[in-house]
């Protein structure tokens, strides 16, 4: 079946320029997360779903960074004034339902570019 | 807080000795503990992971880990490692119960040397 899909698979803006970042989780998958993978720093938990609403958006790391879901299935992480700072590999992923034991299956990531 | 501790950032192994990947955990309460593998230019899959239960669990592509309650560790393990399995691991910690988020660690490189 699909995977988690994840648009664009690349992307260069200017510093300054807002971005969307797009995932499609896999059907009937409730809980969706989005992370950002930095050389040498691992995954960074950003914000985390559970159907449309958002019960930890710890990681977000500034007010330029938003995220919505909808329809319990697509969600979209807008970076607002883009810096420089800003340019890793955003992971997607999603799971059966938050707080399970499944497993999370991750998309390929989008890398943002911030020239 | 939770948090995970890979405290290597590379493990190097000749082809065929046994290999360890290291990994401690933070967690308010009971864990489910996951390990994910990232091969070069690909996603992060699933390997295996600890819920419940007997504490060494076995997964993909040979590897297992073992669950020690009393160190906070999962360490990930295989008998023979094989070249193809040099990738990037990343140990993952969720609290059991409710609606929580799952924390990574920094990842390991791992380097199996021909």
């Known amino acids: 079946g699909a995977g988690v899909s994840q648009s664009p698979s690349n992307k260069v803006t200017e510093k300054g320029k807002d971005v969307e970042l797009r995932c499609d989780p896999i059907s009937g998958h409730t809980a969706l997360y989005w992370y950002r993978q930095s050389l040498g720093q691992g995954l960074e938990f950003l914000i985390y779903f559970q159907g449309n609403s958002a019960p930890d958006k710890s990681g977000l790391p500034s007010d330029r960074f938003s995220a919505e879901r909808t329809g319990g299935s697509v969600s979209t992480l807008t970076i607002q004034r883009t810096q420089q700072e800003d340019s890793a590999v955003y992971l997607c992923?999603?799971?059966?339902?938050?707080?399970?034991?499944?497993?999370?299956?991750f998309g390929n990531g989008t890398r943002l570019t911030v020239t | 807080a939770q948090s995970v501790a890979q405290p290597e950032d590379q493990v190097n192994v000749a082809e065929g000795n046994p290999l360890t990947v290291k990994c401690t955990y933070s967690?308010?309460?009971?864990?489910?503990l996951f390990w994910y593998v990232q091969y070069p230019n690909r996603g992060l899959q699933f390997l295996l992971k600890y819920i419940t239960g007997d504490n060494l669990v076995k997964g993909s592509y040979g590897f297992e880990a073992e669950f020690n309650k009393s160190q906070t560790s999962f360490h990930l393990k295989k008998p023979s490692a094989l070249v193809s399995d040099s990738a990037l691991y990343f140990c993952?910690?969720?609290?059991?119960?409710?609606?929580?988020?799952?924390?990574f660690g920094t990842g390991t490189k791992l380097q199996v040397i021909p």
């Open positions: 992923a999603s799971s059966l339902q938050g707080g399970d034991r499944s497993p999370l299956h």
């Open positions: 993952a910690v969720r609290a059991a119960g409710g609606y929580q988020k799952v924390t």
């Open positions: 967690v308010s309460g009971n864990p489910y």
